[in-house]
C-alpha cells in the first residue's frame, strides 16, 4: 500500500487524491462534517452522509489470454435527510460544494413530497464499534503486471494440458465512513482479492475459486492445477438418470445454496410473512447438527461492523442445532417487535428492513475423502448454477448442477456425470444433512461468501438431465 | 464534455494506444416504492464519469475515473494504457476489429411526459392509491409497488473521429400483491413480476397501465390461488403470455446468440453457448413458423435495447436471428466479428455505466408476430395449459436445459378457460421447444417487454433488454416437473 495521503479539507472543500490509495479516513470524514453542515443550512432537522471510496482492479482472462482487464477508482456520498417525520435519500459522486448543496436540497424536497411517518425514529447517537483488520497491504500493493503474470502462469498449464483456461484475477480496496447530526461516526476499511478458474478439456469443465481479504491466503497456482485436474476427470461424462441421490455438496455448492436463506432471518421479513420461517420458529426444522450464527467478527468474514444506520453488528445466534431462535432487527423492527437492534439494518429509507450478512455456519470434522468413502452410491457436487426460488415457503431452490459432476460408487469417484437440475427443498435438505466438514470461507457465484462446510445430503432431488 | 473526452484519447495515443474510445456518461435515476400503505424507498442518484478503453501492445485495458478535469481524464487514459500493456504479458493473439466509419450525431429517445418533470407527489400518490387497492382484498398479507425512472447522457468519442451524444429516457413501474395462507405464500403482479414493465420513455408509460384497474383484479387472484388445484406433472399443450415468452426468449434465444458466450469469453462465469459456429446457418432452432430479430432500432419499438448507436460507436441494426425457424445470426461487436470473418459488427456493445467495460448484450431481441387471435388460440386448444406472469427461471450455463415457474395457470378444456392452476412450471431443452411452436398470435397481442435486471459480466453489470412476444403454443411440453417428488 502507498502512504495514506494526508487529508486536504480547507474550508470545507475537497482536495481529493491523485495517487490511487484510498484517501486517509480524515478527508472522509471532513467531507461528512461538510455536508452535515450543509444540510443543517438547509433546513434539515437532522442528517445522514456515508462516503464511499472504491479502487477496483479485475483482470479477466478466457482462451488462455486476458480479453479484458479493467480498473475503476471513485467516490458516492450519499445523503438523507430528515425534517417533520419525512425521510429520503439522494446518492452523487459530484463532490463540489455546489453539487452537494443541490444534493441536500434534492434529499428535502424528496422527503417533504410524501406523508409524514409517525413511526420514523430520530437518528441514532454515537455507538461504540469493535475493532476489526481487514486491509492487507500485499492485496492493496498489487499491480496490473502482478495479476498478468499470475493469469499467463495458470494459461500455460491449461495449454501444457491441453486445455483451455477462463477466469479473474481481481483486487480492491473500499472505504466507508458514515456520520450524522448525532455525533455518530463510524469508518471502515477493507481489501479484498478473488481469483476464480474454469478449465475447459473438449467438453467437460471444472471450477475453482477463491477470495479473501488477504492475496496471500490463496494459492493462484494452486487453484488452477485443482481445476485443470478435475476438469481432466470430468471428461467422458455419462447420462444417469435424474431421481433422489445422496449429494457431496463441496463448500461452494453448498453456499450457493443455504445462501438463500440469509432473508428469511429478518425480523421485517416475518413481518411481511414472505420468510420461510413463518410459524416455524423455535421448531426443529433442520437436522441437529445444523447451526448457523450471524458474526460479523469471524477471522474469515468481511464487512463493516456497523449497519446502514451506522449500528454496531451483534453477533447473532440464529439457527441452534436445527432450532430457528432468533432473527435479526433493524431499530424500526426491534422497536415493532419490542427487542434490541441488532445491527443488521439497510440504509434508510428502504422497504426490506434488515438482513444477516455474516452467516457462518457451524462445520464438523469429517473431510470430504471421508464423505466420499462412506458413500455407497452418490453424487459429487463442484458447483451449482442459476439458482432460484421455486416455493418461498417449503424453500424450494431449482438450479443445474456445472463444472464436474461426478458419481461416487462404493466409497470412491467413480466417474463423471452429465449435469442435472434440482428442485430441492432447502429445508428438507437441511434436514437430510448427515456430514459435515470444516467450515471454510466459500466462493460461488449465486450467495455473497459466507463461512460453510461441506455437506453430505441424503435424498437429494434431481428432476431432469441436460445434455452435458 | 468533448474537450475531456478528445484530452482523453489525445493522451491515450500519446502513451502509446493505437486506438481508445471513450464513453463520458451523466446518469440520474429516481427509485420509489411502497409496502403496505407506507413509503418504502424515496431516493435519487446521479453519476457522473469517464470510462476509456484503449487498444496497445495488440491488448485491451480499460480504466474510468470520477475526476472529470483534464488531470484526472489524463491519468485515466494513462492508466488504461499501462493495463493494456500489462494485458499483452498474457495474450496468445493480437487484437483485430472490423473496421467501422466515424459518426457525428446526437439523438435522444422519443417521450412525450419527462418523468423526472412529473411532481412526485403524484407519483406516490398513484402508487399509494393502488397499494390501497390491493389491500382491500381480504387475505392478501402484503402489498408493493415501484416506479424507476432514468435519464443518462452519454458523450462517446473514438480515435477514429466518432463523436454520438445520445440521450435516453427510461420509465418502469409495477404493483405485487402477495398472500400467506396455511403453508403457502402466493404473488400475483401487474405488469410483470420483478419490477414490472420497463421501456424507452416518459411518464406516458405509467399513465398507460392504469395500476388502479389492475390493481383489485392481481389480488384477488392472489388470494384465489390458496383454493385452486395444483398444476398437474405431464407432457402437454403450453401456452404462455406475452410476459412469460418474453423471458424465456431472453434466456434461451438472447444469451445463447451473444458471440462472447460462443467464443469461450464468459466460460468461467455466464458459461458459454450449445450454438458454437458450425450450427450458423445449419441448426433449426425452431418450427417454421419461429422467426426472432435483434433490433436496437427505435424503429422496433421504445424498447430496453433501443438505441442510434451502441457503445462502440456502431449504429443500431436489426439481424435476423431466426428466420423460418433456421438459425441465422449472432450477436457481435468489432472484435468478435472479425473472429469469425463477419464485415461488420451486429452493434450491441453496451456499458452499464461510465465505470464498466462495454460487452456484448442483447438489444431488443423479440419473436415477430403470428397471425392468431388469441381468442381463436385458446378456442383451437383442447387440452392446455395457459401460463402467465414469470416466478422463478434458471437454464443451464450451455442454455439448454431450461425451467420457469409462472405466478398463475389456466388449464384449457375443449376450447375455454375452465379453471385456476397454482404453483405452475414447465421445463425442456431449448431447440426442442422452440421446434414445437406451432402457433403464435397476432401483432395486436404483440408488446416490446421490458428486462430491466439482466446481470452479465465482470464485474458484474445490469442492463436493459426488451423483447417483443405476443402469446404463443408449444406442443409436448414438460409440464410441472419443479414440483414433482419422484
Given amino acids: 500500500m502507498s502512504p495514506p495521503r494526508k487529508s486536504r479539507v480547507k474550508n470545507g472543500r475537497v482536495a481529493r487524491p491523485a495517487s490511487l490509495a484510498l484517501s486517509d479516513v480524515r478527508l472522509l470524514r471532513g467531507m461528512i462534517d461538510n455536508i452535515l453542515r450543509l444540510a443543517k443550512a438547509a433546513g434539515a432537522e437532522a442528517a445522514e452522509v456515508h462516503v464511499d471510496e472504491v479502487l477496483d482492479d479485475l483482470s479477466r482472462f478466457a482462451n488462455n489470454a486476458i480479453h479484458q482487464n479493467v480498473s475503476e477508482h471513485g467516490f458516492t456520498v450519499t445523503i438523507r435527510t430528515v425534517a417533520e417525520g419525512r425521510t429520503a435519500r439522494v446518492t452523487t459522486n459530484r463532490l463540489d460544494e455546489n453539487s452537494l448543496r443541490s444534493a441536500v436540497h434534492s434529499a428535502l424536497s424528496l422527503a417533504a413530497s410524501q406523508p409524514a411517518d409517525p413511526q420514523l425514529l430520530a437518528l441514532p447517537g454515537k455507538q461504540k464499534y469493535r475493532k476489526v483488520e481487514r486491509f492487507a497491504k500485499s492485496t ?127 425480523a421485517t421479513a416475518l413481518a411481511d410473512k414472505r420468510s420461510c420461517l413463518n410459524d416455524r420458529l423455535g421448531k426443529q426444522i433442520f437436522g441437529p447438527s445444523i447451526s448457523i450464527l450471524d458474526d460479523a467478527y469471524h477471522p474469515l468474514q468481511l464487512g463493516a461492523p456497523y449497519d446502514g444506520e451506522g449500528m454496531p453488528r451483534q453477533r447473532v445466534l440464529l439457527v441452534d442445532r436445527g432450532v430457528p431462535q432468533n432473527l435479526v432487527y433493524s431499530r424500526r423492527a426491534a422497536k415493532a417487535a419490542k427487542k434490541n437492534p441488532t445491527g443488521h439494518g439497510f440504509m434508510l429509507p428502504n422497504e426490506y428492513g434488515e438482513a444477516p450478512m455474516n452467516l457462518v455456519f457451524s462445520g464438523g470434522n469429517d473431510s470430504l475423502e471421508k464423505m466420499i468413502a462412506t458413500t455407497e452410491r452418490g453424487l459429487l457436487v463442484t458447483r451449482v448454477w442459476y439458482i432460484r426460488e421455486v416455493d418461498p415457503y417449503e424453500k424450494i431452490m431449482t438450479g443445474m448442477t456445472r463444472d464436474g459432476l461426478f458419481l461416487v460408487e462404493q466409497g470412491r469417484v467413480t466417474s463423471a456425470v452429465r449435469n442435472f437440475r434440482f428442485n430441492q427443498s432447502l429445508l428438507e435438505a ?39 | 464534455m468533448w474537450d475531456l473526452a478528445t484530452h482523453c484519447l489525445d493522451v491515450a495515443g500519446w502513451r502509446g494506444a493505437t486506438y481508445a474510445d471513450v464513453r463520458l456518461m451523466h446518469m440520474r435515476q429516481r427509485d420509489l416504492t411502497t409496502k403496505n400503505g407506507k413509503i418504502g424507498t424515496l431516493a435519487q442518484t446521479e453519476s457522473i464519469g469517464l470510462g476509456v478503453r484503449v487498444l496497445a501492445s495488440e491488448a485491451w485495458g480499460f480504466a474510468s475515473t470520477d475526476r472529470l478535469t483534464r488531470e484526472g481524464v489524463a491519468a485515466c487514459a494513462a492508466k488504461a494504457v499501462s493495463i493494456a500493456k500489462a494485458s499483452a504479458l498474457a495474450k496468445r493473439r493480437d487484437v483485430v476489429m472490423v473496421d467501422e466509419i466515424a459518426f457525428i450525431d446526437s439523438w435522444q429517445s422519443p417521450f412525450q411526459k419527462d418523468p423526472f418533470e412529473i411532481p412526485l407527489e403524484s407519483q406516490l400518490a398513484l402508487l399509494l392509491a393502488a397499494d390501497a387497492e390491493m389491500r382491500r382484498v381480504k387475505g392478501v398479507t402484503l402489498t408493493e409497488t415501484d416506479m424507476q425512472f432514468r435519464k443518462i447522457d452519454s458523450w462517446f468519442a473514438s480515435s477514429i473521429g466518432s463523436r454520438i451524444h445520445q440521450r435516453k429516457v427510461i420509465s418502469g413501474c409495477g404493483i405485487v400483491a402477495t398472500a400467506f395462507q396455511g403453508e403457502e405464500i402466493q404473488k400475483r403482479s401487474y405488469p410483470n413480476s420483478f419490477g414490472g414493465q420497463h421501456a424507452l420513455g416518459g411518464y406516458e408509460l405509467v399513465e398507460s397501465l392504469e395500476l388502479l384497474k389492475h390493481a383489485p383484479i392481481i389480488a384477488e387472484e392472489v388470494v384465489a390461488l390458496h383454493s385452486a388445484a395444483q398444476c398437474p406433472q405431464k407432457s402437454g399443450t403450453l401456452i404462455l403470455g406475452g410476459s412469460q415468452l418474453g423471458l424465456q426468449i431472453h434466456e434461451s434465444v438472447g444469451h445463447p446468440i451473444e458471440l462472447d458466450r460462443v467464443l469461450g469469453e464468459e466460460a468461467n462465469f455466464a458459461g458459454t453457448s450449445f450454438l458454437t459456429l458450425e450450427k450458423l446457418n445449419h441448426l433449426r432452432y425452431g418450427s417454421d413458423i419461429v422467426n426472432v430479430v435483434a433490433d436496437a432500432r427505435i424503429a422496433h419499438g421504445p424498447g430496453l435495447g433501443s438505441f442510434a448507436y451502441d457503445d462502440e460507436g456502431v449504429p443500431a441494426q436489426c439481424t435476423d436471428v431466426i428466420r423460418d425457424g433456421q438459425f441465422r445470426g449472432y450477436l457481435s461487436n468489432r472484435e468478435t466479428a472479425h473472429l469469425i470473418g463477419l464485415a461488420r459488427s451486429s452493434g450491441t456493445m453496451r456499458t452499464e455505466s461510465w465505470n464498466r467495460l462495454p460487452i456484448i448484450r442483447m438489444t431488443n431481441v423479440s419473436l415477430l408476430p403470428g397471425s392468431w387471435d388469441f381468442d381463436a388460440l385458446i378456442a383451437d386448444t383442447d387440452d392446455g395449459i395457459l401460463m402467465e406472469t414469470n416466478r422463478s427461471w434458471s437454464i443451464d450455463d450451455r442454455r439448454y436445459q431450461f425451467q420457469f415457474s409462472t405466478e398463475v395457470a389456466w388449464e384449457i378444456r375443449g376450447g375455454k378457460k375452465v379453471r385456476m392452476l397454482k404453483n405452475p412450471s414447465y421445463g425442456g431443452i431449448t431447440t426442442e421447444f422452440w421446434n414445437s411452436c406451432d402457433a403464435i398470435c397476432s401483432a395486436e397481442h404483440w408488446t416490446l417487454w421490458g428486462t430491466p435486471n439482466c446481470g452479465k459480466g465482470q464485474p458484474m453489470q445490469t442492463m436493459g433488454t426488451g423483447h417483443g412476444a405476443s402469446p404463443s403454443r408449444f406442443r409436448n411440453v414438460q409440464i410441472g416437473a419443479a414440483f414433482s417428488e419422484q
Wanted: hydrophobic share 50%; glycine share 6%.
Fill in chain 1, 430 to 468: 437441511l434436514k437430510n444433512v448427515e456430514m459435515l466438514g470444516p467450515a471454510v470461507r466459500a466462493s460461488g457465484e449465486e450467495a455473497f461468501e459466507m463461512v460453510v462446510p461441506a455437506m453430505k445430503i441424503s435424498d437429494f432431488h434431481f428432476s431432469e438431465a441436460t445434455k452435458f
Fill in chain 1, 140 to 266: 492493496a500493493t498489487i499491480t496490473p503486471a502482478d495479476r498478468a503474470q499470475a493469469i499467463r502462469r495458470a494459461c500455460d498449464l491449461a495449454v501444457k494440458k491441453g486445455q483451455v483456461a477462463a477466469g479473474i484475477f481481481a483486487t480492491g480496496q473500499l472505504q466507508t465512513a458514515m456520520g450524522n447530526s448525532r455525533g455518530l461516526f463510524a469508518a471502515y476499511r477493507e481489501t479484498h482479492a478473488e481469483f476464480s478458474i474454469t478449465m475447459l478439456e473438449g467438453p467437460a469443465a471444472s471450477w475453482a475459486k477463491a477470495n479473501a481479504a488477504n492475496v496471500r491466503n490463496f494459492d493462484t497456482q494452486a487453484l488452477a492445477r485443482q481445476a485443470s485436474e478435475k476438469s481432466h476427470l470430468a471428461v467422458n461424462a455419462k447420462e444417469l438418470a435424474p431421481g433422489r441421490y445422496t449429494v457431496i455438496l463441496e463448500p461452494a455448492a453448498a453456499l450457493d445454496l443455504v445462501g438463500f436463506l440469509f432473508y428469511d432471518f429478518a
